[in-house]
């Protein structure tokens, strides 16, 4: 884990359902979970906040 990585309170593992565990590594763009191994690719949208 890197120490740009935050942690995320409140939300709940899809994987194994336990609240609290999850964390946010902006640098490589996932959540992850460590002792399960469950992990989320974060997708972003290019044109977000840009004027129509």
């Not at 942690?7 to 709940?12: C, T, V, Y």
């Not at 964390?23 to 992990?39: F, H, K, N, P, S």
């Not at 974060?42 to 004027?51: C, M, Q």
């Amino acid at each position: 884990m890197t120490g740009l990585a935050h942690f995320l309170d409140g939300l709940r593992c899809a994987t194994c359902h336990t609240v609290n565990v999850l964390w946010l590594d902006l640098v490589r763009a996932l959540v992850e979970r460590g002792e399960c191994g469950q992990t989320a690719l974060i997708v972003t949208d290019p044109d977000e906040g840009r004027a129509a």
